[in-house]
């Protein structure tokens, strides 16, 4: 906070309580979100830094004298508890409007800028009083009396208006210059989308294609990877027998189950040496993860995946909030342990997210929340993945989880997706050049994050130092801020209110603390 002392000629430092009239808790009812007359604002309704009339909701009960809780212009309203010291100065208030019981409403006094005020409840300086002042263990708060007392550094009033007006030239900018962040930042999105649309058609390799024919078409790789799906399957199977004590009974092998096939006669045509089929075609084996596994947390055991370790148009894990376990031994947690090349989705909550397990990972394992498939080792296994993510991939698990009416995804749901399948080359080739395109991405989207907190800083900057006199010039001929006190001071004395806190004039000022 600037000291009186350091503050400019005719600048004096006050509290909000002096410069605003006495504060008010607002009406304690519960909200409706549908029906009624009167809207009750919330704290949730101003923390976005603006309120959507249409959806603050209204009054289960209207309180008896509404004038006594009716917004106005240019009311300030200061949330007491949850998000602790938000603050908003209101415009275009409908009609009928009270405030809610969390919140607190100081109204600047004439002829005190509420724009001024408004944009000092934004500072660096605020924030750390309201910090010093926050109590309450279980839910931080603060109450009428503690943000009375926070001092703000008061300019002349017509510096205020300058300030206002310079504020909000510089802010403008600002703000244009974010908002075409945040164009660029949603721009990088789209592209990304449209990057994996273009892959699983086989556009974004179709020049590729031309100079590079493949030495043998899809088909005939497909029928690779079932010869060795089903070789597989008889190895595990001849493995469970031996483990027994046991032979294989006669015609053993006519238990083996087909994958499913396709349905060619609905789908669109793919490029020349592309064929379709199903995820159950080129996955050997497919689980969910492990239940109750609370009781196994600890702080440097194994990592234990869950859903928010996996994202949107990605497959890369997000490793920055792991949780670890010590996993129980035994066959549960061999069959949830994740292998390199395992392809993660998400089952429940945010359907369909994707992750490759990379091969830097030590041991790992699943949550229920998450599915792993292990694919056959004749295909690339980042392509799958990067189709799984791709719109033609997230739209089939859209249609499994709202046509069956369920909440979550199934392991045949996972085993039922069709795939356009390219020779493996050209898989090769598709995924090289996608994470080509996003690592491009990233680097813009990290040059999007700079700029953004850069512009954060700036309008920091801006307040402190409009808030240390230091933002534009000072006029002599401007009346003292001393003297616009004494006036609100007078008039309060006439009205019968109580004196408000307290002020000190700027250096070289005759004014004594009262």
Known sequence: MTRGNDLPRGWVTSTLGEVCSRPQYGWTTKANPSTGTVRLLRTTDITPGWVDWSSVPYCSENPPDISKYRLQENDIVISRAGSVGASFLLSDVPEEAVFASYLIRFQPLEPISPKFIAYFLQTPDYWSAITERSSGIALPNVNARKLESIQIPLAPNAEQHRIVAKIEELFSDLDAGVAALGRAKANLKRYRAAVLKAAVEGKLTEEWRK????????????????????????????????????????????????????????????????????????????????????????????????????????????????????????????????????????????????????????????????????????????????????????????????????????????????????????????????????????????????????????????????????????????????????????????????????????????????
């Not at 947390?297 to 990605?314: I, Q, T």
């Not at 089939?396 to 399948?421: E, N, S, Y």
């Not at 002599?476 to 609100?488: F, G, H, Q």
């Not at 004395?493 to 000022?509: Q, V």
């Open 211 to 514: 100079e590079n024919p493949p030495s043998e078409p899809a088909s005939e790789l497909l029928k690779r990877i079932l010869a060795e799906r089903r070789k597989k399957w008889e190895e595990e199977q001849l493995g469970k027998y031996e483990a027994n004590g046991k032979k294989p009974p006669k015609n053993w092998k006519d238990t083996y189950k087909e994958p499913l096939r396709p349905d060619t006669e609905k789908l669109p045509p793919l490029p020349d040496g592309w064929c379709w089929t199903t995820t159950d075609a080129l996955f050997t084996f497919v689980t969910s993860g492990s239940r109750g596994w609370a009781k196994y947390y600890s702080e440097l055991g194994s990592l234990f995946l869950r859903v928010g370790n996996l994202d949107r148009l990605s497959i890369t894990l997000d490793l920055r909030e792991v949780q670890r376990v010590t996993p129980p031994k035994g066959a549960e947690g061999r069959r949830t342990r994740v292998q390199e090349g395992d392809i993660l989705i998400s089952i429940t909550a945010d359907l369909g997210m994707i992750a490759l397990v990379p091969d830097y990972l030590d041991e790992c394992f699943i949550n229920q929340h998450v599915a792993l498939a292990r694919a056959v080792s004749s295909i690339s296994r980042p392509y799958v993945a990067w189709f799984l993510a791709s719109e033609y991939g997230q739209r089939q698990f859209g249609r499994m989880q709202r046509g069956a009416t369920k909440k979550g995804l199934g392991l045949d749901d996972i085993r039922g997706v069709q795939v356009p399948l390219p020779p493996v080359r050209e898989q090769e080739e598709i995924a090289a050049a996608i994470e080509s395109r996003f690592s491009n991405c990233a680097a813009a989207e990290v040059n999007v994050l700079v700029s953004s907190a850069r512009a954060q800083r700036l309008r920091q900057s801006i307040l402190k130092r409009a808030f240390e006199g230091k933002l534009v010039e000072q006029d002599p001929s401007d009346e003292p801020a001393s003297t616009l006190l004494e006036r609100i001071r007078g008039e309060r004395t006439k009205s019968g209110e109580p004196k408000k806190g307290i002020f000190r004039k700027a250096k070289n000022s005759q004014l004594k603390l009262l």
